[in-house]
């Protein structure tokens, strides 16, 4: 039997990942679940196409599929979707914040979500984009796994990216004033922390990782305005597996989805990907809602 | 002097519900003012609404004569005033480092490293616990955890809503002794307490609280002998 | 011409009140519960298939065709998509809201994942066909037929309008409102609160589904494609346009945003040349989900709304 599912599932694991650090971020700390979350990722990965479009091309690092100029799109398209982010909390979030019903904020999202969706169909319409078309060389590495030198380096990136996170929010004093506030709001204010700049950190980081998220989808699959709206429930499904608020746990809970979705194709059937986020969501509900590694709610 | 000055102040949570009315307190530089009062009678709200949690609207809070009654409550710290809650003063899922560090935010980056040794020095068990999660330690230590959070960006003014609720007399002895220790260093002192007769021993001057405003002001040492403020407000709760 | 004007009128009401009556299901669980429901298309789907396969003539080729009377099929159309609901509520109820519309939108997700793929049950992509229409003895007369239609299903939402409102009246009622006010006390009042949000939204589910019935039965033909999120999306607005918390609200509502949505439909169409249509739906889209926000930032109450709702 060939064991290329298990690299499948790391891959489609980390992109969900990812995203879910995001959403995490955001539940703990603004307090609702965005459903425009895997919009940022659709954004992300247009912003970065149209970036490309103006560099122009050239020569690709051998042996990867793409050159300086995507990683430096990535960097562009980074900041523009945090900007995007920002933007939208300006208009919208942070006024029904203000009124606290975070229910309310929820709906809003749900509402962004479906305009920023079909901006992008209006703008680049529903035909799938390609950062590049090149045929690349798997490589065999045994037990019938063969991986392309883009995934390496892709898996490369995001574990750069998650280790960064990871000491950003242990090490750093924004990190800390993060998981002060999304523990206790109140008593941040008291310690000093202005709210603020904290909301503003959430927004910046949860959108550019869901850019990086939705650039990796695009070099290894394809790029498409529903890319994020198929990926929100993997998304949601991990950051509640790995425990609400915690980092490494929506790092971990991705790679569970994404791992058990890959052994579904494996051996149910590829249709049934998208359930297997929808059946462990509904058993960590029932069994441990506070997921792997969080706490109860107070 | 008055390092602190409320005037008049009027605070709620929602419109035309106050539940501070009209309040005017003051505390001089290395004084402990005890404030009292029966449940209800807005004296945590009173020092919340100074703190900038509790809206303000009408009167001023004045710190070394400043006007800080618009401070926002996160800015409060910068300008020398230190609040510890009743409950929930710590952040349980972070360590006791940690939680000083967070604090110590408000402090130039160059002050950081000195001044946590400075607070390890001054509380030897935190010192000892310092890699363990908050929400670990005890009763006693949390509380001095909060009191050692709120001291570290040297505060003028320290505000504190019932530090004796849930802990014994022995630890209620110790943190109060500890208190005392802080004012003779200059540190002015702010009490909310259900605990009066351990307020009373270590404040200097005690303010009655009585349906959102003062009704009664003197010194600590005193105040028993009032026989109506001891039958009216502390009779039932001098007995603890 | 004024007879084809008065079978469309005719057409196009029956359309809008079939959106309606989803609309009043999501105001029992939204408006008057505060349940978040973001997988309406699911429900409206659960009952429309289930209504579909009972009461389709016999087909080789998937499971159904029993060939049940209509009344019957709507029946358990309601039924099924109410246990649908029910179970969605009981696993995330006692959680906090988030949890629950997280679930619903999984649920929209798996329900369309299975009409697509498991064809011996739903027909897969193609759906299900030769879904029989009430009056189809009629059908050689368009405007009689339309009418007749328009009847029914407008008696329908009359039904369940007037059942709504009186069990918004009664005692029951009353306790779902003073749930959703305070979602706290709510979670303090543990299992009997949690058991009436689960019979609101079983209720409510029970309406989609119904509605979801009634429209299979209305088109005679039902795919994956009728399901898709632009339909809860559609429905929110009509709530939100209508005013939460009000069933009249609920019904205007749909009915005024069907016709915009119509409207603008038949003007892109008209105006916008061929190769741009895909793009003009996507904006109005887009216009819609603008003004949804735009609902919620500067008249959460709606416009035909009685209450005053948050």
Redesign the interface.
């Known amino acids: 039997m060939s064991l290329q599912f298990l690299l499948d599932g790391l891959i489609s694991g980390a992109m969900i990942g990812l995203g879910a650090i995001g959403v995490t971020l955001t539940y703990s700390i603004l307090r609702f679940s965005n459903f425009a979350h895997g919009d940022f990722m659709a954004w992300g990965a247009y912003a970065a196409l149209a970036v490309v479009g103006v560099l122009g091309g050239s020569t690709p690092m051998a042996p990867l599929s793409f050159g300086v100029p995507l990683l430096a799109a990535l960097v562009v398209a980074m900041a523009l979707t945090a900007l995007l982010a920002l933007v939208l909390d300006w208009l919208l979030f942070a006024r029904l914040r203000a009124r606290g019903q975070s229910i309310i904020v929820v709906m809003a999202s749900f509402g962004a979500s479906m305009a920023l969706r079909n901006l992008l169909e209006f703008i680049f319409t529903s035909r799938p984009a390609y950062f590049s078309r090149a045929i690349q060389m798997a490589v065999p590495l045994g037990f019938g796994i063969r991986i392309t030198a883009d995934q390496v380096a892709l898996l490369a990136l995001t574990l750069a990216l998650v280790t960064g996170m990871h000491l950003f929010m242990q090490r750093s004093q924004r990190g800390r004033e993060m998981r002060a506030y999304s523990q206790n709001p109140a008593l941040a204010q008291v310690v000093g922390i202005d709210v603020a700049s904290v909301v503003r950190a959430t927004w910046v980081i949860g959108a550019a990782l869901a850019c990086a998220s939705g650039v990796m989808v695009g070099t290894l699959v394809q790029i498409r305005p529903l890319m994020g709206l198929d990926l929100l429930l993997p998304i949601f499904a991990a950051a509640i597996l790995g425990g609400i608020g915690s980092v490494p746990g929506a790092v971990l809970g991705g790679l569970i989805i994404g791992l058990s979705g890959s052994a579904a194709v494996q051996f149910v059937g590829a249709e049934w990907r998208s359930a297997v986020a929808f059946v462990i969501l509904m058993a960590v509900l029932l069994v441990r809602p506070m997921g792997l590694f969080g706490v109860a709610e107070r | 002097m008055n390092v602190l000055q409320v005037k008049g102040l009027v605070a709620g949570y929602e419109p035309g519900l106050s539940i501070v009315k009209g309040a005017t307190i003051h505390a001089d530089e290395g004084e402990i003012v005890v404030i009292l009062g029966p449940n209800g009678a807005g004296k945590s709200s009173l020092i919340k609404a100074i703190?900038?949690?509790v809206p303000i609207t009408a009167g001023q809070v004045l710190l070394d004569g400043r006007d800080i009654t618009a401070v926002?409550?996160?800015?409060?710290?910068?300008h020398s005033l230190a609040?510890v809650?009743q409950t929930?003063?710590?952040?349980?899922?972070?360590t006791v480092e940690?939680n000083l560090?967070?604090?110590a935010?408000?402090l130039p980056r160059t002050e950081v490293a000195p001044r946590m040794a400075e607070m390890f020095q001054m509380f030897p068990d935190l010192a000892v616990q310092r890699g363990l999660m908050a929400g670990s330690l005890s009763g006693g230590q949390r509380q001095m955890l909060a009191v050692a959070?709120a001291l570290i960006?040297h505060p003028r003014v320290l505000m504190l809503d019932e530090p004796s609720a849930g802990l014994s007399p022995k630890l209620v002895t110790q943190v109060f002794a500890r208190l005392k220790e802080f004012r003779e260093q200059g540190l002015t002192i702010i009490l909310v307490e259900q605990n009066a007769r351990a307020a009373l021993a270590i404040g200097d001057r005690a303010y009655v609280l009585v349906e959102g405003r003062e009704a009664h002001e003197g010194p600590a040492a005193t105040l028993w002998d009032n026989p109506l403020i001891a039958e009216l407000y502390l009779g039932q709760r001098s007995a603890r | 011409m004024i007879i084809d004007l008065l079978g469309y009128g005719a057409f196009f009401l029956s359309t809008a009140l079939i959106y309606g009556l989803i609309t009043l299901g999501l105001n029992l669980q939204w408006g008057m519960t505060g349940l978040f429901n973001v997988g309406i298309a699911g429900f409206v789907a659960i009952g429309a298939y289930a209504s579909a396969i009972l009461t389709t003539p016999d087909a080789p080729d998937r499971i159904g065709g029993f060939g049940w009377p209509i009344v019957l099929g709507w029946l358990a159309a309601a039924l099924v998509t109410a246990a649908a609901a029910a179970f969605t509520g009981y696993a995330t109820l006692r959680l906090k809201s988030d949890y629950l519309a997280i679930t619903t939108f999984g649920v929209a997700v798996v329900v369309q994942l299975v009409a697509l793929n498991a064809q011996g049950l739903t027909g897969g992509p193609f759906g299900v066909a030769f879904i029989p229409r009430p009056f189809a003895a009629v059908q050689s007369d368009p405007v009689l037929f339309n009418f007749a239609n328009l009847g029914v299903i407008a008696l329908v939402t009359l039904g369940v309008y007037l059942a709504l409102e009186r069990l918004s009246r009664s005692p029951w009622g009353r306790v779902l409102r003073a749930l959703r006010e305070d979602e706290r006390a709510a979670i303090a009042l543990g299992k009997s609160a949690q058991s009436y949000r689960i019979q609101a939204f079983a209720v409510g589910g029970a309406v989609m589904g119904l509605a979801g019935a009634v429209q299979a039965h209305f088109i005679g033909f039902i795919a994956p494609d009728n399901y898709l999120p632009t339909l809860t999306f559609q429905v929110w607005a009509m709530l939100m346009v209508g005013g939460s918390g009000s069933n009249r609200g609920a019904v205007l509502g749909a009915i005024v945003v069907w016709a915009i949505w119509v409207g603008s439909g038949t003007l892109t169409a008209a105006v916008v040349p061929g190769d741009w249509q895909a793009r003009a739906s996507s904006l109005r889209i887009v216009s819609i989900g603008v003004m949804l926000c735009l609902i919620l930032l500067w008249r959460p109450q709606g416009f035909f709304g009685r209450r005053k709702a948050g």
């Open positions: 703190a900038g949690l926002p409550a996160h800015l409060k710290i910068r609040f809650p929930e003063n710590i952040f349980p899922l972070m940690e560090r967070v604090a935010g408000v959070r960006v």
